[in-house]
C-alpha cells in the first residue's frame, strides 16, 4: 500500500491515507527510542535515554511527545510549543533539565533558573556555552558568577531539594487536550512543502493552531489556574475519569477519534466540565470529515458537515447554530460564548481562538479577552484557592504563581470530589473568590505544607502585593529565611525579575534540634538525627542543609549534604577519612523553610 503524498491527499480532498502515514511514522521513531531504550537496559539498567533539543510538534517532524516521552529518561527541552509544561504529563519520572547560560547575567539567570525549577525541571542543568562562562584566562565571567550564585543557593540552602519533593498542584483538575490528529489535520488543509523552507512555518493554520495553544496555557496562567495536559491515547484509554479530571480543555481540537468522542461525552455525562473553542471534532481521528460534528448534542448545536474552507486559518464556526445551548454572549448578533447542560456536566463552547492572546499579552492589551473567558470560568465555578491583589485590591498582572504540595492528587479519586487547596503549575492570579474548595485544608486551616513560587516578569513593576489564601496559616519567606506571620491575607515586596519562594505552614515552625556523638576516631561515621519543634498540627515535610566545618573553620563540601526532613524528623550520615585533621569540628543543621538552625560540636580523635 502506497499512501498519498500531501499534494495528492490535497487534489482528492480526502487526506485519511497522508495521516495514517504520518501517524505511522510517529510511531516507527518512537519504537526507534523504545528500541534504543531495552538496548541500553540489557547493559545498564539504571541507563537513561537522553533526548536534547526537542523541537514543537508538528506534522512531518515525529514528536510525538505522548510516544516518545515514555521512552526517554532525561531531557534537555527547549521552550519550545508549550513543551516545558507537559512532559512530565506523559512520563512522570522524566528526569528533565532547566537550560542555563547562553550570556544572561543579572537578575535573568535566578528568574530563569527558578522558573525551570517551577516548572518541576528538577533534573540538573545543562549550560550552554563554556565561552559564555567564561573568561579567556579561564575565571569566571559575569555570567558564569551569577550562575554559580544561583546554583549555590539553590542546592546550599536545599530549595531545589525542597521542591523536587513537593508536587504541582492542580487544584480544578484542569487538562489541556494535547491532539496529534489535529496537528496533522491543521496541517494539511493549507501545508505546502517548499525547498529551503522550515516545515513548521509552511502551514498558517498549524501556526494558528500553535498560537492558540498558547493562547489557552497563557490565558489558564492569567487566570491564576492551574493545569495539566492529557494525550489523545489518554482520552482513548479513559484517562479523563480514571485520573479524576475534572476539567477538559480542548484547543483547536479538530480531530477527534471515536473513542475521544465516546469518552468525552461518558465524561461529561458523569459531571465533567468540558470547554472547547470553535469547529472541535469535525474530523475524526485519521483527518477524515465527518458527515456531522462529533459530540454536537453535547455542546447543544446543530449537527452539521465542515469542508476544508472552514478549516483554513479560521476565526470562528460562521454556520454555528444552537439547539439547546444558551448564549452567554454574542458578537455582532451571533453567539460567542455558550454554555449547555449535559447529564451531570457542563460544556462551554467559545465560537472564537485564542490565538491572538499571546500578542495581547506581549502588549498588555489582553484585559477584555481574558474577561471574556472568565464568564466561562465563573459560570463552571472554576476561581483559584490563591490569587493576588494590590493594595488598591485590584488583580496584579504580570507576576506569576506556582503552587506545590506534598500531594497534589489528594481528594482527587474522581469526576465531581472537591478539589486541592491551590490552584496548579502556574498563572498569573487575577482573578478570586471569597469561598474556594480545597483539600489541603480543613477546618478553617492549613492541613499541609504549601510551597508557592511568586515569578514577576520583566515587565512587572516594583510594588508591594497581597497573596491571599483560603484559610489561615503560618507563612514563610523561604529564600531568606523569615517568618513574615499567620493569617489568609499577606502584604510583599515583588521586583521586577526578582523570584519569591513562600510556604504556608499548619504551625510554625519553632526550632530544630540535632544529636549526634561528643567524640569519634578517624575513619568513623557520624550519625546525626534531627528534629523540628513546632506545634501539635506542624507535620513538616522539608530539607535539612547540613554544614560540616573541620578545625579550621573551613566548610567540608564533600561532608556537606541535604537530608529530607519528614513528619519533623531526619537523619543524616557521613564517614570521615583517616587523615582527617584532629580537633573540634562543627555541624550545622539548618531547616530550609523556617531558616532556624542548630550546632553540634564533635571532637575528632
Known amino acids: 500500500?502506497?499512501?498519498?503524498?500531501?499534494?495528492?491527499?490535497?487534489?482528492?480532498?480526502?487526506?485519511?491515507?497522508?495521516?495514517?502515514?504520518?501517524?505511522?511514522?510517529?510511531?516507527?521513531?518512537?519504537?526507534?527510542?523504545?528500541?534504543?531504550?531495552?538496548?541500553?537496559?540489557?547493559?545498564?539498567?539504571?541507563?537513561?535515554?537522553?533526548?536534547?533539543g526537542t523541537q514543537a510538534s508538528g506534522a512531518h517532524n515525529g514528536y510525538d511527545y505522548s510516544q516518545l516521552d515514555k521512552h526517554v529518561g532525561q531531557m534537555n527541552p527547549y521552550d519550545i510549543g508549550n513543551q516545558l509544561e507537559y512532559h512530565h504529563d506523559f512520563n512522570p519520572d522524566l528526569k528533565v533539565s532547566g537550560q542555563a547560560g547562553y550570556g544572561a547575567s543579572g537578575k535573568k539567570v535566578l528568574h530563569d533558573f527558578y522558573e525551570h525549577i517551577f516548572l518541576n525541571e528538577t533534573g540538573g542543568a545543562y549550560i550552554f556555552w563554556q565561552q559564555s562562562s567564561l573568561n579567556p584566562d579561564l575565571s569566571y565571567c559575569a555570567s558564569g558568577l551569577d550562575m554559580k550564585n544561583g546554583f549555590y543557593e539553590m542546592r546550599e540552602k536545599g530549595i531545589g531539594k525542597l521542591f523536587a519533593s513537593f508536587q504541582p498542584e492542580n487544584e480544578h483538575k484542569i487538562a489541556i487536550h494535547y491532539s496529534y490528529p489535529s496537528i496533522h489535520a491543521a496541517w494539511i488543509v493549507d501545508g505546502v512543502i517548499k525547498a529551503g523552507r522550515n516545515y513548521g512555518n509552511s502551514s498558517e493554520t498549524l501556526g494558528q493552531l500553535r498560537k492558540n495553544l498558547d493562547g489557552w496555557v497563557k490565558v489558564l496562567k492569567d487566570a491564576g489556574l492551574g493545569f495539566d495536559f492529557i494525550a489523545y491515547s489518554g482520552i482513548e484509554n479513559g484517562d479523563l475519569i480514571s485520573k479524576g479530571i475534572k476539567t477538559l480543555i480542548l484547543p483547536m481540537s479538530m480531530a477527534l477519534s471515536d473513542k475521544e468522542a465516546a469518552q468525552i461525552r461518558e465524561f461529561v455525562e458523569h459531571g465533567g466540565i468540558v470547554i472547547t473553542d470553535a469547529l472541535a471534532g469535525v474530523m475524526d481521528g485519521h483527518a477524515r470529515f465527518r458527515t456531522e460534528q462529533a459530540l454536537a448534542d453535547v455542546w447543544g448545536v446543530a449537527a452539521q458537515p465542515y469542508s476544508r474552507n472552514d478549516l483554513v486559518t479560521p476565526r470562528n464556526d460562521s454556520r454555528l447554530t444552537l439547539k439547546g445551548a444558551t448564549a452567554l454572549s454574542e458578537e455582532q448578533g451571533a453567539p460567542q460564548l455558550i454554555y449547555h447542560s449535559y447529564g451531570k456536566g457542563k460544556a462551554f463552547m467559545l465560537n472564537y481562538f485564542l490565538d491572538h492572546y499571546p500578542e495581547e499579552k506581549r502588549t498588555h492589551t489582553q484585559d477584555a479577552s481574558l474577561a471574556k473567558i472568565k464568564k466561562v470560568f465563573e459560570k463552571?465555578?472554576?476561581?483559584?484557592?490563591?490569587?493576588?491583589?494590590?493594595?488598591?485590591?485590584?488583580?496584579?498582572?504580570?507576576?506569576?504563581?506556582?503552587?506545590?504540595?506534598?500531594?497534589?492528587?489528594?481528594?482527587?479519586?474522581?469526576?465531581?470530589?472537591?478539589?486541592?487547596?491551590?490552584?496548579?503549575?502556574?498563572?498569573?492570579?487575577?482573578?478570586?473568590?471569597?469561598?474556594?474548595?480545597?483539600?489541603?485544608?480543613?477546618?478553617?486551616?492549613?492541613?499541609?505544607?504549601?510551597?508557592?513560587?511568586?515569578?514577576?516578569?520583566?515587565?512587572?513593576?516594583?510594588?508591594?502585593?497581597?497573596?491571599?489564601?483560603?484559610?489561615?496559616?503560618h507563612l514563610y519567606d523561604v529564600r531568606n529565611g523569615r517568618y513574615i506571620g499567620r493569617g489568609e491575607k499577606f502584604q510583599v515586596n515583588v521586583e521586577p525579575l526578582v523570584p519569591g519562594i513562600y510556604a504556608l505552614l499548619p504551625d510554625a515552625i519553632k526550632g530544630i534540634r540535632a544529636k549526634a556523638a561528643s567524640a569519634?576516631?578517624?575513619?568513623?561515621a557520624v550519625d546525626i538525627r534531627f528534629s523540628v519543634e513546632g506545634g501539635e498540627a506542624l507535620r513538616l515535610k522539608s530539607v535539612a542543609n547540613i554544614y560540616v566545618y573541620n578545625p579550621a573553620g573551613e566548610k567540608v563540601d564533600v561532608y556537606s549534604d541535604n537530608a529530607m526532613i519528614v513528619n519533623n524528623k531526619g537523619s543524616y550520615r557521613f564517614n570521615t577519612a583517616l587523615n582527617d585533621p584532629k580537633g573540634k569540628w562543627k555541624i550545622v543543621v539548618r531547616e530550609t523553610i523556617s531558616g532556624k538552625q542548630t550546632e553540634l560540636p564533635i571532637i575528632l580523635e
Open 520 to 524: 569519634i576516631k578517624r575513619g568513623g
Open 1 to 52: 500500500v502506497v499512501p498519498d503524498d500531501y499534494r495528492e491527499a490535497q487534489e482528492r480532498g480526502n487526506y485519511s491515507s497522508w495521516a495514517d502515514h504520518r501517524s505511522f511514522m510517529e510511531k516507527t521513531w518512537s519504537d526507534q527510542f523504545r528500541y534504543v531504550q531495552d538496548v541500553l537496559h540489557e547493559i545498564d539498567p539504571g541507563g537513561l535515554v537522553q533526548l536534547s
Open 380 to 473: 463552571a465555578g472554576i476561581v483559584p484557592g490563591i490569587y493576588f491583589t494590590g493594595q488598591n485590591g485590584k488583580p496584579v498582572f504580570g507576576i506569576s504563581k506556582y503552587a506545590f504540595s506534598e500531594d497534589a492528587n489528594a481528594g482527587h479519586a474522581g469526576v465531581g470530589l472537591s478539589g486541592n487547596a491551590i490552584a496548579g503549575r502556574s498563572g498569573d492570579s487575577n482573578v478570586h473568590a471569597d469561598r474556594p474548595g480545597g483539600s489541603a485544608y480543613a477546618n478553617g486551616a492549613a492541613r499541609s505544607a504549601i510551597i508557592l513560587g511568586v515569578l514577576p516578569d520583566k515587565q512587572a513593576t516594583a510594588q508591594e502585593i497581597n497573596i491571599h489564601f483560603k484559610n489561615s496559616g
